[in-house]
């Protein structure tokens, strides 16, 4: 599984021996090792005989090993090294959490009566005080070695809890694209086999090279029926006997060429079983199933091969262990055993071709170099089956006429060994994957539909504003989202104020453009309210749950406004709704709208009625409750002015008491009489609801005269004189009544 394979199907385990000579051949008549002299081969990337097309020789490689690619599938995309790097940090934190926990806590964890109880509390309470660090640490450890563990796998799939569609769409997108990416990979491995053969060291055979290995080569794949050969490939070892296969080559070693013409034919006879099987393409489906963790493998092998170092490898194992372990104890040996299973099954070929004898003699010699296959990795994760094995099967098989195994005793032919590949499909089969496919386009369109017409960003922005137009308060905070819908305190309070008369919804809404951004979104909205054209920005955002599990809806942002008012008195009117009064209840949120504002007046001023517009977006509704002054209370002021002026004109002393005139004389004044010739204008400023500034300007002062006699020394003379005087109080509208309290 790592990249470049370290041993391609059909490698066979090397053996160190001296090469004798070479033979001397006649190469005078040998075709010259070069494209154009190579024999065609099976059309599309030298495909092997006997599969119709390259879409069913790729299907029979890529479908062979369930087990490597479900190994290879689980291991990368659900983050087994991650799991287990995290719960071995969680093991860690939590077996320290337990061993302190345990140690200092275990005496407390013994019930009374077990402690109270002869020698079963003492022992109770030595054991734990003993071992009771090490089980809170032994179980701490297990515990956060599957919370760390379990926390990885099943993180990712917590926002699918709830809607089972989208899990099954998130496993089948995960699947999806594995088995793409395997695809490409596959393909990748296939089409460019030759240049990267090249770059690995591979080179094409000279002329004594072919004419020693083609016409055995193209002699046991005639006896397997097979009408073309695979492209042949050299390796310069002069010392250790070995071929590999591939997709489309067989690589094979310098020193093949001194070995005897049977023994050059069984081995040959094998590779040619693995070429016609397809075994490459299976075990590069399986790494490219596995792409990312099979290049994160390949980091640390290559460090440790090209360093063989105890200190190198540790280095590496403290770095990569996660990738290690999970490559050793879960992809390797479940795509170790279809790689055995095609070591036995390539055996067979030199059974088909005649040379059993040359085989047993490579299997023979090269039982002496195996080892122990005592460890995991020699005996799970291996290759290559025992040699002992593989002998006993071509024992058997060439005694009992080459038995598939098992208890199938009919003798091996190239049909039964290599099987029939058959077309991708019969007409029943492709009529059923296009009734499929067509049920599968079909529902997808109905889905596209379906999203594009009810839960795109334009449907939600029409909808909520379709919502205003019929004064549904309910329908149009389901478009809002959950954090803004809790903002409203009093649902009920909202709905009357929009099903109030005096609410006017937005007409002639139209959605100009949306622009989107991710799960963002701002929609250009055009609408008319209280007679003017207004155009804002609305922001969505798309909604996390999904309805029926597979429609994202959008939700509208800002779609609230708070209320602010600078005047809170009572008896204030949206829509002819009352609202509430208390300073210290919750913010009164509004939707979108026009809003008639009115107040109670009083016998001072009133407030004009107004529409107050809302938009979407708005930071704050303000309502500007500014009283204004009754033209009616102007005169009721001049009213009280004037009779308490004439009050004050019917005294007869010569200073009124809280009256705005009065008459100086250093003597005594009798028969005071006071007339007023001209009362003054009144300039009155509302300073509050109920009352209001009353003044006089300079030049609109009032004229009195005052008439009367003064006694000087005993002499009485009489007086007359006229004086202008200012007016200046407070006017306060009592009920439907205005009173004038003077200041003077």
Known sequence: M????????????????????????DVRAAEPPTEAATPPTGGFADRPPGYPSALVWLRAGILRDWRGVLGAFVATWFYLPVALLLAFWGGLSFAAVGLFAGGLGADDQVPAVLRDAPLIGPLMEAFLSRSGGVLGGVAGFVVGFLVGFLSVLVLPWLGTADEPLALATGLVGT?????????????????LEPRLLVVSGARQPSRREYARL???????????????????????????????????????TTAVLTEPDDEIAALLSHELVHWRTGDEVTSAFVRGVGLPLTLAHALPTWLMRTFPHPATNLVVFLFFWPVLLTMRYVVLPLHARDVRAAEYRADLGAVLTGHVDGMRRILERRLSFESGRSGWDEAVCATHPPHELRLDQLERASLAGAPLGGRDTAPVTSERLFGSAGPVGTRSTWLVVGALVLAACVGTG?????QWAFFRPQAAVEGYFSALADRDSEAAL???????????????????????????????????????????????????????????????????????????????LGGLVPLTAPVTGSGT??????????????????????????????????????????????????????????????????????????????????????????????????????????????????TGPDTAQVGTPSE?????????????????????????????????????????????
Request: glycine residues 8%; contains cysteine; proline residues 9%.
């Open 700 to 744: 609109a002062r009032g004229r009195v005269r005052v008439s009367g006699s003064t006694t000087y020394f005993g002499t009485s003379s009489p007086f007359t004189d006229e004086q202008e005087f200012a007016v200046t109080g407070v006017a306060i509208g009592e009920g439907d009544a205005v009173t004038f309290r003077p200041a003077n």
């Open 2 to 25: 790592t990249e470049p394979p370290a041993a391609p199907q059909g490698t066979e385990p090397p053996q160190a021996a001296t090469p004798p000579t070479v033979p001397q051949l």
């Open 175 to 191: 699947v999806v694209a594995a088995a793409l990416i395997g695809v490409l990979y596959t393909l990748y491995r296939v089409l």
């Open 214 to 252: 083609r016409p055995v080569l193209d002699d046991c794949a005639r006896r397997l029926g097979l009408p073309t050969v695979p492209r042949l490939l050299m390796e310069d070892d002069p010392v250790l006997s070995n071929a590999h296969t591939y997709a489309r080559h067989v690589v094979v």
């Open 478 to 556: 389901d478009f809002l989202p959950e954090q803004e819908r809790a903002a409203v305190a009093d649902r009920d309070l909202l709905a009357k104020l929009l099903r109030g008369e005096g609410y006017q919804p937005p007409t002639e809404v139209e959605v100009s453009s949306v622009e989107r951004d991710g799960d963002s979104a701002t929609a250009t909205v055009a609408y008319r309210l209280a007679g003017e054209r207004h155009t804002v920005g609305v922001a969505l955002r798309r909604d996390e749950a999904a309805t029926a599990g597979l429609f994202h809806g959008w939700q509208l």
């Open 446 to 450: 109905g889905l596209g539909v379906a």
């Open 573 to 686: 009117r949206l829509n002819g709704v009352a609202l509430p009064g208390a300073p210290e209840g919750p913010t009164l949120a509004l939707l979108p709208g026009g809003y008639t504002v009115s107040t109670p007046s009083s016998a001072l001023s009133e407030v004009p009625t107004e529409v107050v517009p809302v938009a979407p977006g708005q930071s704050e509704a303000i309502l500007n409750l500014t009283p204004v002054l009754k033209p009616a209370a102007v005169e009721a002021v001049e009213a009280r002015v004037r009779t308490w002026l004439d009050e004050c004109a019917q005294q007869t002393v010569a200073a009124p008491e809280g009256c705005p005139f009065r008459y100086y004389s250093g003597s005594t004044t009798q028969k005071v009489a006071w007339k007023i010739l001209e009362y003054p204008r009144l300039a009155v400023e509302l």
